[in-house]
């Protein structure tokens, strides 16, 4: 499958970048803890991902997660709660170093401290490599999550299911601070996700390729491969015309 979208799109793979034509990517080759259901097209049903299920305080300030097991990292390292601490703990450690959309874990209690303390010392990997404790994550167990909200906030749920929000491997990103991630291939040539895609070929200005992942929790995808083209506007309008006089 291949298809045409009318929008620039760099091939960066890591969260730190998520800008939204870039989301499909994201989509492609990660989880996240729920997902939209497109079958409501109101666009206000959300589903299990990488969470089976989930449970809401009445205040709407603490969220507890009850992840899916027997989900594996395409490299065959097995999902569990540590994946999801170290996201949430890198993300909000590394707030000022995303240039994509908000993420729901910058709401997180006790994150505008450990933000300071990474600001304070970017290349610290104590402070900035995702392994600061505090108020806002608990592990209950290897799949059992608890975060707690700086202030009630009954959009946090719904920010989960964006791809600024999916869910990045302890076991490859740990310890690195953003310049190392900056620089690092999993950036834009090796990343790892649980999505039901993996990454075949980066042809840079030419396409994207993403490949079926025969691992995938849910069932190797129908689709054997997608292919996302970068084209230039030009183009772009010339084969929307010959379709359109096709259709016609």
């Known amino acids: 499958m291949s298809w045409n979208r009318f929008a620039e799109a760099n091939p960066v793979f890591h969260t730190i970048d998520a800008q939204s034509n870039q989301y499909p990517f994201f989509y492609f080759l990660y989880g996240q803890l729920v997902r939209l259901d497109l079958g409501d097209t109101s666009l206000q049903t959300l589903t299990p991902d990488l969470a089976e299920s989930w449970e809401i305080t009445p205040d709407a300030q603490t969220f507890t997660f009850k992840l899916r097991q027997g989900v594996k990292w395409h490299d065959g390292t097995d999902f569990t709660a540590d994946d999801v601490v170290y996201t949430a703990t890198w993300a909000a450690e590394n707030r000022n170093a995303y240039t994509g959309f908000p993420t729901g874990w910058w709401t997180l209690k006790g994150g505008a401290d450990i933000q300071a303390a990474c600001d304070a010392a970017p290349d610290d990997k104590t402070k900035c490599g995702g392994s600061s404790t505090f108020e806002g994550v608990t592990k209950i167990d290897d ?106």
């Open 143 to 248: 799949y059992t999550v608890q975060f707690t909200l700086a202030a009630p906030n009954v959009e946090f749920l719904r920010t989960l299911a964006d791809a600024p929000s999916s869910i990045m491997p302890k076991h490859l990103l740990a310890g690195q601070t953003r310049g190392e991630i900056l620089k690092g291939d999993f950036m834009n040539k090796s990343p790892v996700g649980t999505g039901p895609f993996t990454l075949g070929q980066v042809v840079p200005d030419q396409f994207i390729e993403f490949i079926a992942s025969p691992g995938y929790y849910k069932g190797p995808p129908k689709l054997e491969k997608i292919i996302y083209k970068a084209i230039t506007t030009d183009t772009a309008l010339a084969q929307t015309k010959v379709a359109s006089s096709i259709s016609s």
